[in-house]
């Protein structure tokens, strides 16, 4: 699918109902684990962040969380993979499974689709629109959040369809993507949003194709904001500031603070807030901005936002 359309129709992922197969297979738990690696852990990411309390332990890498065996009995195991090949999260499935630890897929095929047919486990198999693993990210919550039976959760989800302005966000990424034009993009946010801040910077770095980081309040005034006290390297940067009216008051105050010193040390800053009385209204409103600004990034760069050739060229070589 083309890149712009993708982002275009991103509010109609909130009306897709997913099924689940093999659904009298998938078992009550008190605790989640999600493996995911790229765009399909960022999903879960934004749900520890939407319900901090939330049972859910977010695993990015091979073989299993160190967890206390009696937990990994009780958790429901989730592989997650939008092509369903990950590697790490087919190891971690296998490990899983070795281990007799209930697990559930979530791919659009490929290989966990396989074993889940292999050992009856449920699945949810998502729309294959031929969008790229981070465009996906409404199909992907979902998906989790009907393994986990948050009904409410998806019940918010939905709105989006609806309530999502795309010719805003595009307006407002198209901006600031003139904004940072030549600079590299830094993404600062209180640390209950974090995983908005987080996804930000993997946008830039996978559709805009720069290097972009992301850090949070207060521990960046702790050490990181020292980092620009050099004017020549500071004027490489543009600071972006996910401001929410939401945050703990003293983090309010530390974002003006800091935005005030880092301008005058000669770093550009961006006020970027969160709008909406959701949390998912504020995250997927600010991502769609984040959207546009990586794709008119890319293009402003003379580079294609669509472009996957050095993450399927390093694939080939592991």
């Keep these: 699918m083309n890149f712009e359309r993708a982002i275009q129709n991103f509010p109609k992922q909130f009306l897709w109902k997913p099924k689940i197969v093999n659904a009298g297979k998938l078992k009550r738990a008190s605790h989640y684990i999600v493996a995911g690696m790229g765009g399909s852990g960022l999903s879960a990411n934004l749900i520890s962040s939407w ?3 939330f049972p859910l332990t977010i695993h990015n890498t091979y073989g299993l969380p160190q967890l206390p065996n009696t937990t990994l009995k009780k958790s429901l195991f989730i592989a997650s993979s939008y092509s369903g090949n990950t590697e790490e999260v087919t190891s ?10 209930p697990s559930a897929v979530v791919a659009t095929g490929g290989k966990l689709i396989s074993m889940a047919k292999k050992h009856s486990l449920p699945y949810i198999l998502l729309p294959d629109t031929g969008i790229q693993p981070r465009s996906a990210t409404g199909f992907s919550v979902i998906a989790l959040l009907k393994l986990m039976g948050e009904k409410e959760g998806i019940k918010e989800l ?4 609806s309530t999502l302005n795309v010719a805003n966000a595009k307006k407002d990424g198209k901006k600031l993507a003139g904004e940072i034009r030549g600079k590299i993009p ?8 974090n995983a908005i801040a987080y996804n930000w910077k993997i946008r830039f770095n996978e559709s805009g194709k720069i290097p972009a980081f992301s850090n949070v309040f207060p521990e960046l005034n702790h050490n990181e904001m020292m980092g620009f006290d050099y004017p020549r390297l500071s004027k490489l940067f543009h600071a972006i500031f996910l401001s929410d009216k939401n945050d703990h008051p003293r983090i309010i105050k530390r974002m003006k603070l800091t935005a005030s010193i880092l301008k005058k040390g000669g770093l550009p800053v961006t006020l970027m807030p969160l709008r909406g009385k959701s949390f998912w209204k504020k995250a997927f409103s600010s991502l769609m901005i984040a959207d546009w600004a990586s794709y008119y990034t890319a293009l402003k760069n003379g580079c294609d936002p669509g472009n996957e050739k050095t993450i399927e060229t390093f694939k080939r070589l592991l």
């Design 92 to 101: 971690a499935l296998n490990k899983a499974l070795k281990n007799k630890i």
């Design 158 to 161: 939905e709105k989006l369809s």
């Design 51 to 53: 319900r901090p309390s």
């Design 186 to 193: 830094i993404v600062y946010s209180s640390f209950d949003n």
